[in-house]
């Protein structure tokens, strides 16, 4: 199967990047290449792209994509450690780094990646092919565990009854494929529920970020970036649903927050200055030509951040 990815607000990523063609720039989610070889292509023979991507799929594919252009490179890394690639490669500071989170269309339409609850499929989810898949947290979490991660990851009010239910089946035999664990989600939830909207989806969601720790990475991918950042430079986030946007709103609140005095002090004591400022105040959004070309792009959120020249180095 091709690996196709159509790269999600594509334009408004580019223009908030605000790329100069002698700077250097990271994707910490390379994917199939699509911001990545846009990146490239506006960079001069002294530019430099970096591209990551955890997923060994992803890799083969971006390194093909992007062997055209003699700036860019891409190195088989999640985005987590961008601090520790950067050191390796003897860079210093990047100009700007776009993260876009979440799953690949490739991910999910390549049913044996087990990503999808539309087919059947092992039930495995790893986005790096490597460690815990999803079978071994269905089969071996608690059921107290399988609530937290399903209300927690998913928002999915009727965590309790499907955790239980899981426990429940998986006690007569193990639960290994999509479909198993999509049957026992739909027999979990009210009638109303599956004819609303299907039910599988939060659960599925809840699992594949336990799975592959994403917030976790997504806290210290952030952090990283942000002080890999030259003064001036820009971080761009894409985020595909509330529980990451808020995890990047928060930190880029945090980042541009300035004084931290009691409200009672007459002056400012601790001398704290912003380290960055928002190139938008309220997430950008999909244009309506864009969301009729490419449903997944609904949900997206672009956020943007520049590193003050009063920051730390």
Known sequence: MEFSHIPVMLEECIEG??????????????GG????????????????????????????????????????????????????????????????????LGVSSFQ?????????YHSDAPLDMRMSKEGMSAADVVNTYSEAELVRIIFEYGEEKFSRRIASNIVRAREITPIETTLQLADIIRESVPQKARREKNP???????????????FEHLSKGLEDAFHSLKAGGRLAVITFHSLEDRIVKQKFAEWCRGCICPPDFPQCVCGRKPQGKLINRKPIEAKEQELERNNRSRSAKLRIIERSAESDG
């Open 108 to 116: 999910l339409d390549e049913g044996s990646r087990g990503f999808s």
């Open 17 to 30: 990047l605000c790329i100069r063609p002698d700077g250097v720039y990271v994707d910490g989610t390379a």
């Open 200 to 214: 599988c989806k939060k659960t599925f969601q809840a699992i594949r970020i336990a799975v592959n720790g994403e």
């Open 33 to 100: 290449a699509g911001h990545s070889s846009a990146i490239a292509a506006r960079l001069s023979e002294k530019g430099r792209l970096i591209a990551l991507d955890r997923d060994p799929d992803a890799v083969a594919v971006a390194t093909e994509r992007l062997s055209v252009y003699k700036n860019a490179q891409v190195v088989h890394r999640n985005y987590s450690e961008i601090r520790a690639v950067l050191d390796e490669l003897d860079i210093d500071y990047a100009d700007g780094i776009l993260m876009d």
